[in-house]
């Protein structure tokens, strides 16, 4: 950030008075800017035994496969917005989203939270973000061709409930 | 926001090419600038049978009770921002954080995420955003001077999980 957003003048980054950790403040109208960190929100896509993953067709990971998700939009609920992606990015509609984890990765200011859900039958299309989506069984999914940690800890956290049942809530951290 | 916060040149509300929402886009240097949902981190501290809250000495809602809660920072994991209020708000010190609700208020773009914590022995000493800080058994919550809907939201569910038990996991949507 160089300039305020409200007034177009110049910032410093600065500890305002009363806080304890650096902002941007406008040198001329005073604004504090703050940063917070980003949702993502997506789901595990189950339909009979086997999931559905989408490989990207866009940077960063272009090629690689992920479980539908991305940045929670202002005005809507996590369970619209794994929803809305699931569709925009696979053309699946989901149902009966149950919540399955909650993922920080602090280094880069990201939360994730990520539902379990149902999926309805297809066809799947991929969306201008997918080259291709498939499903998968759990002994096949790509693990080494997998595009982000969060979606390689979601999977690891699925598959460990899958094998002792019932599906619990989980908190993890990941090192980006 | 009117200004682009990297060039300072004016800003325009416009839906980017490939988009499918209205964004602020640089009109010189064609940045488009993403605005999300803010996370608000907070607990429930529990101390034998009674939990804490705390009232509030700014606005909004001053003078009236809390649970530590507020803004989820960046480089920071939603456990650690939970914490942190606790101390911040309360001198409070927490530990044994349990994933206890995730509360959805999308008309103000907010994402509250609670958790269940223990609270150490005290004392307890109200923060500079708290007037007091108190003990309340369950049936003396100050129903008519909590804050928040989504405070009162948590503790409505966390009353339900006391009376059959156990503690599980929430969802639910507040209107603003």
Not at 88 to 97: K, Q
């Amino acid at each position: 950030m160089n300039y305020c957003s409200d007034c177009g003048a110049s910032v410093s980054l600065r500890i305002p008075s009363g806080d304890d950790r650096p902002r941007f403040v406008c040198e001329r109208c005073g604004t504090v800017h703050y940063e917070n960190p980003k949702m993502v929100v997506g789901c595990i896509p189950r339909w009979r035994d086997r999931i559905l993953l989408c490989r990207r067709a866009i940077e960063p990971r272009y090629g690689h496969w992920t479980l539908p998700a991305g940045y929670l939009e202002n005005q809507e609920t996590v369970q619209q917005g794994a929803a809305r992606e699931a569709l925009e990015e696979a053309g699946a509609v989901v149902r009966d989203l149950q919540p399955f984890a909650i993922l920080n990765i602090a280094s880069i200011s990201q939360v994730y939270f990520m539902f379990l859900a149902e999926l309805e039958d297809g066809p799947w299309v991929p969306g201008k973000e997918s080259l291709e989506v498939r499903l998968f069984e759990s002994h096949a999914i790509p693990w080494r061709e997998l595009a982000f940690s969060s979606i390689s800890k979601t999977l690891e956290l699925y598959l460990e409930d899958l094998g002792r049942g019932p599906f619990s809530f989980h908190i993890a951290d990941i090192q980006a």
